[in-house]
């Protein structure tokens, strides 16, 4: 059972780093990014590619920041002239596009078998239960970095200058923000971001397929942003781990209920989340922390 729990924390700590992420653009920015699995699987094989070529774990990590990063500005270029509801759509394929390229091209991902014996750093030296315990760490850790970070550049001058292009980006541009830039900008970290999201999970893992990156990951992120508060760190790393508990407490929930084959059981699952969601929202409609939006100063009154 502490096996377990373990391992759901270490997953909740994973799923925060991609709810940072989707805040960042989403919350933030206020692109809407559908290929969330797409850039949390290039992350995973890129840093899987890279240790098993011989390179350091902490260098694999760095490798899934860069490519995430790149692959990001790319799709951005492709992307940026789009209106909310095509960019939704566009980015929503290249997950998929990404999910059929690592299960066609076994040259370079070994296809639907997917990549196995990914180095786990220190696992030999600490033994599988005290690895647990050090990665657990290690992924909170990163966890509390970006957060940190992130929660700092969304009160700076940048973050207020992206949810002023949220709110009006044609307003933005005319007080003289380089919208295309910051646009970018915001696109790249938060695709490097979800990589290295990716790079975690795969040396947590030790094995990656493309199974592995459905796009029901990107649906439970937004689940897990919207529930926690949409532009606020805090709230998106809160709805993550509530959103990752709640999935793994209905394992056990629907074994309560009998006579349901394995396939109903897995859709009373979807069903109770649907249920979770749509009380939350009946509830706390701005999420459970929603964003604080500073008031605007009252000018003074004339004497």
């Known amino acids: 059972m502490l096996s377990?729990?373990?391992?759901?924390?270490?997953?909740?700590?994973?799923?925060?780093?991609?709810?940072?992420?989707?805040?960042?653009?989403?919350?933030?920015?206020?692109?809407?990014?559908?290929?969330?699995?797409?850039?949390?699987?290039?992350?995973?094989?890129?840093?899987?590619?890279?240790?098993?070529?011989?390179?350091p774990v902490l260098i694999g990590w760095g490798a899934a920041l860069v490519?995430?990063?790149?692959?990001?500005?790319?799709?951005?270029?492709?992307?940026?002239?789009?209106?909310?509801d095509y960019l939704a759509i566009v980015t929503l394929g290249f997950a998929e596009v990404i999910r059929l390229v690592a299960l066609n091209e076994r040259w370079l991902t070994n296809g639907s078998d997917g990549i196995s014996?990914?180095?786990?750093?220190?696992?030999?030296?600490?033994?599988?239960?005290?690895?647990?315990?050090?990665y657990l760490g290690v992924a909170t850790l990163v966890l509390v970095i970006v957060w940190a970070l992130l929660r700092r550049l969304d009160a700076s001058p940048y973050g207020r200058a992206l949810k002023a292009i949220r709110e009006d980006q044609q307003l933005a541009a005319f007080a003289g923000k380089p919208v295309l830039r910051f646009k970018l900008q915001a696109f790249a970290l938060s695709a490097a971001i979800a990589a290295l999201a990716g790079a975690l999970y795969a040396h947590f893992q030790s094995y990656v397929?493309?199974?592995?990156?459905?796009?029901?990951?990107?649906?439970?992120i937004f689940l897990a942003v919207t529930a926690g508060?949409?532009?606020?760190?805090?709230?998106?790393?809160?709805?993550?781990?509530?959103?990752?508990i709640f999935l793994e407490a209905t394992r056990f929930i629907t074994e309560w209920v009998p006579g349901l084959q394995p396939v109903q059981l897995a859709a009373t699952r979807e069903m109770l989340i649907g249920i979770a969601l749509i009380l939350v929202l009946h509830l706390k409609p701005q999420g459970i922390l929603p964003e604080r939006i500073p008031k605007a100063p009252v000018p003074p009154t004339a004497a």
């Open 4 to 55: 377990y729990l373990i391992f759901t924390l270490t997953l909740c700590a994973i799923y925060g780093l991609l709810a940072l992420s989707l805040n960042l653009i989403w919350g933030s920015a206020g692109l809407v990014n559908l290929g969330l699995a797409g850039f949390f699987a290039v992350g995973a094989y890129a840093s899987a590619l890279a240790t098993g070529a011989g390179a």
């Open 67 to 84: 490519v995430g990063a790149a692959v990001g500005l790319v799709v951005t270029f492709a992307t940026l002239r789009l209106r909310d």
């Open 117 to 134: 014996g990914i180095k786990a750093p220190l696992k030999a030296e600490l033994g599988t239960q005290n690895f647990a315990y050090f």
């Open 209 to 220: 397929s493309p199974d592995h990156f459905q796009p029901l990951i990107t649906i439970y």
């Open 229 to 244: 508060g949409v532009g606020r760190p805090s709230g998106a790393v809160l709805g993550a781990y509530l959103v990752v």
